[in-house]
């Protein structure tokens, strides 16, 4: 294997560099400048998952087109409202939906419980047996109702009460018993009220939750541009509390809140990385150099290689993206690499008594070949990810691999220039060799055994394609999500078709029924009520006695003592009611006085409740004309095109269950778009991205490699390494829960682009000495055990970041580094030791 043509090479540029220390210090000077000013006027961060893959791709293709005809949809936010009682939720729904109409931030909001059009057209969209149920429902609870009134006391409930569990005509035993059971709980609770929703309606109680949508105006000027609209709820939540005694939990999310809480947590989450980082960094630095100077030497070329590399960043893609971001941590380690392998044996040489000029031609000839190697070949693996589809590791791979070779340049250059290693050095101490050989083998042979035992659990590696998985758990945005993701009718994860006319429309619709895994089908004409001449008749027969209830005064002759006694009575001959039997015991317990403290409570939405009952009294024929604009501008846009929203059975929250919608939908609809095609398509399409990068990564080094060293031996000795190192960062992450996912995904190229500079080192190494467990007990050694441990400080620092993506990456690239090392240090000696031994015996074979 001959190559000194890179020796030579490195030894030129570091005697050009020594020779012209204040030209090479000035030049990277103004470069690093330039940089700087680069990256301030230019950088920014996109967040949107989906714009991480290629927009050629077929489910791109399209969501673009959809983007297209209903551009606000993607950009909505979602409002969760959470209350002790349906009432008070709709209530505090009701004040907060119309402060926000009127905010500049919001250009449009659709309140369903808040919207006029629901309000009094509600009844026309339930079911005709559910229809007839609440009606029979109220009509029993007619004389209740009339009896109450518009301003009704303690005194006329309790009257009512008893009258109608004497008569046991006024409500229907359920009702009754009900009440009974929402009283107990209202007078021994200080901030219960009673809700009156619930009572009313039949089959499940409703829930003390409403969803609701806006459309934003977003500032695409400010880094973070639903920061406003996120700001101005809050405000508003606030005020409706402060001004209205209501009480609620207001939750947000929606795609650009979500994004902008992302940005959040990965903007501190990598700077507090990248500081630790360097502080880690320099740590393990002074233990490799022992010396003040070196150290601040090594982090000076560190700093610069990553100011350089974000510069090139900005000028190459001006936009990065979740993924690429990281690139800034990363280089913190591959930046550290060619200064700890140049120094550690420049110092070495220094030690043993050689002049400085002498100590750097020596170390030129002595890695000189690995360390001009490394450069290309770490970059080709980092290069290998631009053919792939996945714009996030497109652009990581292609800043990473510019930022290596200008890593490399940096410190073959700058640090001859400006680092001078005095006479002074002592000779770092060595691990006995003796010891060394006791170690290496048996550890090499329990890791190769547990590398191949790992690929056995490589079909059980799976990879998590929700980009949810990517986020903080505790982020509120992420926290409301899972609140709406609970909600089967809310789900976010639904598909979405275009028609250009009516007919197409409802034709479509109707095969899209079809699936098994649809559980309905809306568009514009979905907000026109089916068999609205049956109920209609319905509502106008019941509403005869509803309506004179509603309208009537209420009971202004009760007293409260007399009303008491009476239903304490009639609760007392109550049979069977347990409910009946607890209020009593409650209101035996109470004084006057504090039944009469608790009276506000128990009416508080009463007037709300009856005024809601006269507007659904009033539903008329509804006709397509009558749908709101705000509904009718999310579902057909001016130009006649529809949307067609396809829902799935249960919500589609499992992975399997959101495969089986999208391949059913996309059989009957292939331009179906939506989150959940999103999902499942990014998630194919980044798992053939991990499998092409690295792939192409392991050919081009492979063809690099042999190209320089024309020997297969050396080949053999870097890739079965790394194919272990590979297959046991997979089934460690399988064994202990960490998927791949659209952050980590590069974790298997990325440990090839890394791990490659360990092996060329030792493998160039044992060539040239005959003896590769010598070249782990020398300063090739030591040298690759320091570069490999300030790669997993740097990525390990990205564990400590609140987004799960980032976090996930730190961990998955801590363990492959681990793993490398391993190999490396420990499976590649006692393999290079069986090649020579093989090749030799050859060799003497053909001699003879």
Do not use: C
Not at 689 to 717: D, E, G, I
């Amino acid at each position: 294997m001959k190559t000194v043509f890179l020796d030579a090479g490195l030894w030129r540029l570091m005697s050009f560099s020594r020779a012209r220390p204040f030209l090479v210090a000035g030049f990277w000077a103004l470069m690093t400048a330039f940089a700087i000013w680069r990256v301030v006027t230019g950088i920014s961060i996109n967040t949107d998952s989906s714009d991480m893959i290629s927009p050629k791709a077929p489910f791109r293709v399209a969501a673009t087109e959809f983007k297209a005809a209903f551009p606000d949809l993607g950009d909505q936010v979602v409002v969760v409202v959470q209350s002790g009682t349906p009432d008070e939720a709709s209530a505090f729904t009701d004040e907060l939906a119309q402060r926000l109409i009127a905010r500049d931030e919001v250009s449009a909001l659709l309140a369903p419980p808040s919207e006029p059009f629901f309000k009094e057209n509600g009844l026309l969209f339930l079911s005709v047996e559910e229809l007839e149920d609440l009606l029979l429902r109220l009509t029993n609870a007619a004389p209740l109702i009339e009896r109450l009134g518009p301003d009704p006391t303690l005194a006329t409930l309790f009257d009512a009460l008893a009258e109608a569990a004497e008569q046991g005509d006024s409500a229907d035993p359920e009702t009754l018993d009900a009440l009974y059971a929402q009283l107990t709980e209202v007078l021994t609770t200080e901030d219960k009220s009673l809700s009156w929703e619930t009572l009313l309606s039949p089959g499940e109680p409703p829930e003390a939750q409403v969803l609701f949508s806006l459309d934003p105006v977003l500032d695409y000027t400010k880094l973070k541009p639903a920061k406003a609209v996120k700001e101005a709820i809050l405000q508003e939540a606030d005020a409706v509390r402060s001004e209205t005694g209501l009480e609620a939990r207001v939750l947000i999310t929606g795609d650009p809140v979500l994004r902008t809480e992302e940005l959040e947590a990965v903007s501190s989450g990598t700077g507090l990385a990248l500081g630790l980082s360097a502080i880690f960094v320099a740590i393990l630095l002074s233990f490799a150099f022992r010396s003040a100077r070196l150290v601040a030497a090594t982090l000076v070329t560190i700093a610069v290689s990553v100011i350089l590399t974000a510069g090139i960043a900005v000028a190459l893609f001006g936009q990065l993206n979740l993924i690429s971001v990281a690139f800034a941590v990363l280089m913190v380690g591959l930046g550290a690499d060619f200064s700890i392998h140049l120094l550690i044996h420049i110092r070495d040489e220094r030690a043993k008594g050689v002049s400085e000029r002498a100590a750097g031609y020596r170390t030129s000839r002595m890695i000189g070949t690995a360390l001009m190697l490394t450069a290309p070949t770490t970059a080709l693996a980092f290069f290998s990810f631009a053919p792939t589809e996945f714009i996030g590791m497109n652009q990581l791979g292609v800043i990473a691999g510019f930022g290596v070779m200008t890593a490399f340049l940096v410190a073959v250059t700058l640090l001859p220039a400006v680092v001078k290693i005095g006479d002074g050095a002592k000779p770092m101490a060595e691990l006995p060799e003796d010891r060394l050989r006791k170690i290496v083998p048996p550890a090499g042979l329990i890791v190769g055994g547990l590398g191949v035992a790992s690929l056995f659990l490589l079909p059980w590696a799976r990879f998590d394609a929700d980009p949810m998985a990517l986020r903080a758990k505790t982020a509120p945005s992420v926290i409301a999500f899972d609140v709406v993701v609970e909600d089967e009718k809310a789900t976010p994860y639904r598909l979405n078709v275009l028609a250009e006319s009516e007919d197409e429309l409802l034709a479509r619709a109707e095969r899209l029924k079809a699936p098994a895994s649809v559980d309905s089908v809306r568009h514009l004409f979905s907000f026109v009520p089916e068999e609205q001449d049956l109920k209609l008749s319905l509502i106008d027969a019941a509403s005869v006695g509803l309506g004179f209830a509603l309208i009537a005064g209420g009971d202004v002759d009760a007293e409260f003592e007399p009303a008491f006694a009476r239903l304490m009575v009639s609760l007392r001959d109550e049979q069977g009611s347990r409910n009946a039997e607890k209020l009593r015991t409650v209101l035996e317990g109470m004084s006057p006085a504090a039944l009469r403290a608790a009276e506000p409570r128990v009416f508080e939405f009463w007037p709300r409740q009856r005024e809601a009952l006269q507007q659904q009294l009033r539903a008329n024929y509804v006709s397509v004309d009558d749908v709101p604009q705000v509904i009718r501008d999310r579902y057909v846009t001016e130009d006649g095109t529809y949307r067609l929203e396809i829902m799935p059975v249960g919500g589609a929250v499992e992975l399997d269950q959101r495969r089986t919608f999208v391949e059913e939908v996309l059989e009957v609809a292939p331009d179906a778009a939506g989150s959940a095609r999103t999902a499942l398509s990014a998630g194919d399409v980044i798992g053939r991205a991990m499998v092409q990068a690295s792939l192409t990564a392991a050919v081009l080094v492979s063809l690099l490699v042999l190209a320089v060293t024309r020997s297969f031996v050396v080949l053999l000795l870097l890739l079965i390494p790394l194919v272990l190192a590979g297959s046991l960062t997979t089934a460690t992450g399988t064994l202990f829960g960490l998927p791949y996912n659209f952050a980590n995904v590069l974790v298997l190229p990325l440990i090839i682009g890394i791990g490659i500079d360990s092996g060329i080192h030792l493998a160039f190494r044992a060539e040239k000495t005959g003896d590769a467990l010598e070249a782990v007990r020398g300063s090739t050694g030591r040298a690759v055990l320091f570069s490999a441990l300030t790669t997993i400080a740097s990525f390990g620092s990205l564990i400590i970041s609140d987004h799960r993506g980032t976090a996930s990456m730190g961990a998955l690239l801590t363990i492959g580094m681990l793993w490398v090392l391993a190999t490396m240090l420990f499976a590649l000696p006692p393999l290079a030791q069986f090649l020579y031994g093989r090749r030799n015996k050859i060799s003497v074979g053909k001699t003879a």
